[in-house]
C-alpha cells in the first residue's frame, strides 16, 4: 500500500483535478464515500475563492493556484480527473507508473451508478440534440432519467442525488420506486479515455468526423477511444448516413441497429430506423411486413437533414428501452429544441438571430449554415480547432453575404477566406462589435438571418461555449428594448 502519510487507514486520501462543476460533484462523492478529499485547480479567482470556502465547510481541502505533483510523501490512492484535463499529462502519466489509480470523473460516477440502465451518447456532433431527445421522451414516458454529462447534470450530481446530501433532488420523481430508471449521459472522447469500465444498456453513436485531434494525435485514436464505449455497449445504435462509420458497416459492428434518413433501401444490415413516407419507421427482422410506422418526422420542429439522423438516433434508443410509439410522438411534438445548438433567438426588424455557439468545429459549422435561409450574415471565430475546414469555406462561398470574425482565430481565418477567393469579411474582435454590425450587414445584403456559429471552441474569451453563446443571445436581447 501506497504511504499515506499521518492519515488513518480508515481514511483514504484522493485527489481531484478541476474545480468545474464536474470536479466538485467528484469532489462530494468522495467524501460522502469516505474519502479524505483534495480538490486543486491551477487557477485562482474570485469565484474559485468563494467555493474554496463553501468545500471547506465540507471539510475538502480546495488548492487553489496549483498543479498536482507526486513528490510528497502524502502520496494519495487514487486520482479523480475533470473531462478538460489531458489523459497524457506528465504527472497522470507518472501517478499510473505508480500505481495510483487514475479515473475520470464518468469513471467515478459510474462505479456508482452501473446498477443503473445507461444510455451513452457519443459522436463527433450532434451529441447534445441526441441526448436532450431522448432524456425528453424518456421523462415523458414518465421514468425518472436525468441527462448528464456533457449536458445538464454532472455525472457525479446524478451518484449523489441518490444520498442524502439534497443534491439534485428534483431527480427524484416518486419516493415510491426506484429513484433512477436510467442515466442518459453525453460522453465526450475525453471521459470516454479516462472510463475504463463503463459498459451502457444502449449506446449510440452520433457521427465521427476529425475534432480534438490536438490531443488525439490521430484519427485512428479518436476513433479507438470512442469504439471503446460501443464495444462495451450491450446494444449499439449507428447514424448509418455518416460516411466513415457507414463505410465500416456491419463488417466492424455486426450486431449494432443502424439508421437512415434516406430510406429503407439505404439501411445498413438487417435491423434499425429509417424514414420514408414522411415516417420514422421501426425494422428490427429482415421480414418486411414487420416494419413498423413510429412517429411523422414532422413532429420535430427542429430544421435540417442533420436533426432527422438525430431523431432516427433518439426514437431507436427509446424504442429499444421499450417506450411505447404515442408517448414517443408526443415527446418529440413537444421537444422545444437544444440552446445554443441552431436556437432561434429574436427576430428584430425582420432579421433572425439564430444561436449555434455549440457549432465548435468545422463540420457542425457547416451544418449550421447549410440549415438557415440565405444568404446569411455570419458570425465565427474564437480558439480554433485541427480540422480540415474545405467544405465549410465553400459553404461560406454560396451562402453567405459576410463574415464577421472574432477572437483569436479571426486573422487566421481571414486568411483562409481571402485563399478561396471571399473577401465580404471584417475583422470585429469581439461579440460587442460583431452584433451592431451584423445588423448594418444584414439590412446592406437583405439578409434574413444573422447566425452566430464559430467553428471554434471558445476558450479563447469564453469559459465555455454555453457563455458565448449567453453572451450572444443578451446582446441581441438588448436589440429588442
Wanted: aromatic share 8%; charged share 20%; glycine share 8%.
Amino acid at each position: 500500500m501506497l504511504n499515506q502519510g499521518p492519515l488513518p487507514q480508515s481514511m483514504p486520501l484522493a485527489h481531484v483535478v478541476g474545480l468545474g462543476k464536474s470536479g466538485i460533484a467528484a469532489a462530494r462523492l468522495l467524501k460522502r464515500e469516505g474519502w479524505e478529499v483534495v480538490l486543486s485547480d491551477r487557477n485562482t479567482s474570485c469565484d474559485l475563492h468563494k467555493q474554496q470556502q463553501e468545500l471547506a465547510a465540507e471539510q475538502i481541502t480546495v488548492k487553489l493556484g496549483y498543479s498536482l505533483e507526486l513528490e510528497d510523501s502524502e502520496l494519495p490512492q487514487l486520482i479523480v480527473v475533470s473531462p478538460g484535463v489531458p489523459w497524457d499529462i506528465p504527472v497522470l502519466v507518472k501517478a499510473r507508473s505508480l500505481k495510483i489509480e487514475t479515473i475520470g470523473e464518468m469513471e467515478l460516477a459510474w462505479r456508482s451508478l452501473q446498477y443503473v440502465p445507461w444510455v451513452a451518447i457519443t459522436g463527433t456532433n450532434g451529441k447534445t440534440t441526441t441526448t436532450s431527445l431522448i432524456a425528453a421522451i424518456f421523462r415523458t414516458a414518465g421514468l425518472n432519467a436525468p441527462a448528464c454529462g456533457n449536458i445538464g447534470y454532472a455525472a457525479c450530481e446524478v451518484a449523489l442525488s441518490l444520498g442524502d446530501r439534497g443534491v439534485g433532488e428534483e431527480m427524484t420523481t416518486s419516493s415510491t420506486r426506484s429513484p433512477l430508471d436510467w442515466v442518459v449521459a453525453e460522453i465526450s472522447s475525453y471521459q470516454i479515455e479516462s472510463s475504463s469500465s463503463i459498459a451502457p444498456r444502449i449506446g449510440i453513436w452520433t457521427t465521427f468526423t476529425p475534432d480534438h485531434l490536438s490531443r488525439h494525435k490521430t484519427l485512428e485514436n479518436y476513433y479507438n477511444i470512442k469504439a471503446q464505449l460501443l464495444r462495451k455497449s450491450e446494444l449499439q445504435v449507428f447514424n448509418g448516413d455518416d460516411a466513415y462509420l457507414r463505410k465500416l458497416g456491419i463488417s466492424h459492428w455486426p450486431d449494432a441497429y443502424w439508421t437512415s434518413v434516406r430510406g429503407k433501401d439505404y439501411l445498413v444490415g438487417s435491423k434499425g430506423f429509417y424514414i420514408e413516407d414522411g415516417w420514422v419507421v421501426e425494422k428490427l427482422h429482415t421480414n418486411s411486413k414487420e416494419d413498423k410506422r413510429i412517429v411523422e418526422a414532422s413532429a420535430l420542429r427542429m430544421v435540417g437533414e442533420h436533426n432527422l439522423q438525430n431523431l432516427l438516433l433518439s426514437v431507436a434508443a427509446a424504442r429499444l428501452a421499450g417506450i411505447d410509439q404515442d408517448t414517443i410522438s408526443h415527446a418529440i411534438s413537444e421537444f422545444p429544441g437544444v440552446p445554443h445548438r441552431l436556437e432561434h433567438v429574436c427576430t428584430w426588424q425582420g432579421i433572425d438571430f439564430i444561436n449555434d455557439s455549440k457549432a465548435t468545429n468545422y463540420d457542425a459549422a457547416e451544418v449550421g449554415l447549410a440549415s438557415v435561409k440565405t444568404p446569411v450574415i455570419l458570425i465565427a471565430g474564437g480558439e480554433a480547432k485541427a480540422g480540415d475546414d474545405t467544405a465549410w469555406l465553400a459553404m461560406i462561398q454560396s451562402s453567405a453575404a459576410a463574415v464577421l470574425l472574432i477572437g483569436s482565430a479571426s486573422r487566421a481565418f481571414a486568411q483562409r477566406l481571402l485563399e478561396v477567393g471571399y473577401d465580404r469579411f471584417e475583422i470585429v474582435e469581439t461579440m460587442e462589435c460583431a452584433i451592431p454590425k451584423s445588423v448594418e450587414l444584414a439590412k446592406q445584403y437583405q439578409a434574413p438571418v444573422v447566425l452566430l456559429s464559430p467553428a471554434c471552441a471558445s476558450f479563447d474569451q469564453y469559459g465555455n461555449f454555453e457563455q458565448r453563446g449567453d453572451h450572444f443571445r443578451q446582446l441581441c436581447f438588448e436589440l429588442l428594448h
